[in-house]
């Protein structure tokens, strides 16, 4: 997949409708739920044993960049909008994507003590600030900071797009966020949370492979 290198100010594609958008090539990516067993508490993985979780399959992907800022643009189809916690039964509808801190990382446990991961995630119940995780292994998820990630989301119908910015760089986040560099070749893997299936934290839809992305120069 490549990003492609864009001479305007990112602002631009900030939101998901923006026209420049429609000219960027799309990556289709499968999802699938994920393992109740990998479920650190015994609670979740038990209570939820008759549900399936991962109800959407499918999230459409686009990126771009200039030189000093990174957009992704996700689209999937959800006929339930969900944008609060209601009772324990329905959450806010979300999306992230996944990168390894470092060269490599393993998905299926969102890293380890040695190969860390940092994920970019938007929730609908706060739309224009995204959060920024750390995790080294499942269980260990920690929001790092609220304010380098600019989200957009647009529900219309019954599709969710959303728009992620973040710069290349952030300083004095070394180690807790990943760095990108121009012609970097970056491994990036993506979750959609269906909040009317009760989906939240480690219930959700995961692409189960990584995808490599290409930071055109
Ligand atoms: C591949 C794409 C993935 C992304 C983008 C991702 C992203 C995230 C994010 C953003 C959170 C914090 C949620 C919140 O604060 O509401 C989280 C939590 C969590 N995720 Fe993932 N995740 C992915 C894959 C997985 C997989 C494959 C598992 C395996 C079971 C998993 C298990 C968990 C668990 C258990 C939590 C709860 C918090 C914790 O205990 O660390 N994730 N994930």
């Known amino acids: 997949m490549l990003s492609k290198k864009l001479n305007v100010d990112l602002a631009e594609v900030s939101k998901p409708?923006?026209?420049?958008?429609s000219a960027v090539a799309t990556q289709e990516v499968s999802l699938i739920g994920v393992p109740l067993?990998?479920?650190?508490?015994?609670?979740?993985?038990?209570?939820?044993?008759n549900r399936k979780i991962?109800?959407?399959?499918?999230?459409?992907?686009?990126?771009?960049?200039?030189?000093?800022?990174?957009?992704?643009?996700?689209?999937w189809e959800d006929p339930n909008y969900n944008i609060e916690q209601k009772?324990?039964?329905?959450?806010?509808?979300?999306?992230?994507?996944?990168?390894?801190?470092?060269?490599?990382?393993?998905?299926?446990?969102?890293?380890?003590?040695?190969?860390?991961?940092n994920a970019w995630h938007w929730r609908a119940d706060r739309p224009a600030s995204g959060r920024s995780n750390f995790a080294a292994g499942l269980g260990t998820?920690?929001?790092?900071?609220?304010?380098?990630?600019?989200?957009?989301?647009?529900?219309?119908?019954?599709r969710w797009s959303i728009v992620l910015r973040r710069a290349l760089q952030v300083p004095g986040q070394e180690g807790k966020v990943r760095q990108?560099?121009?012609?970097?070749?970056?491994k990036m893997?993506?979750?959609?949370?269906?909040?009317?299936?009760?989906?939240?934290?480690?219930?959700?839809?995961?692409?189960?492979?990584?995808?490599?992305?290409?930071?055109?120069?």
């Open 180 to 186: 990108f560099n121009l012609g970097d070749t970056v």
């Open 37 to 49: 067993g990998m479920q650190p508490s015994v609670y979740i993985s038990t209570g939820l044993a």
């Open 141 to 158: 998820t920690e929001v790092t900071d609220d304010k380098q990630i600019k989200t957009e989301s647009n529900y219309a119908n019954k």
């Open 17 to 21: 409708d923006a026209a420049a958008w």
């Open 87 to 117: 009772d324990n039964t329905e959450f806010p509808d979300g999306a992230a994507v996944l990168f390894p801190i470092g060269d490599d990382a393993p998905l299926m446990t969102m890293g380890s003590e040695t190969q860390p991961v």
């Open 54 to 75: 991962g109800a959407v399959s499918k999230v459409s992907a686009k990126c771009v960049h200039n030189e000093t800022e990174l957009a992704i643009r996700l689209e």
């Open 189 to 217: 893997a993506f979750a959609v949370w269906e909040g009317s299936n009760g989906e939240r934290g480690g219930l959700k839809a995961f692409s189960p492979q990584w995808y490599e992305i290409v930071l055109e120069k």
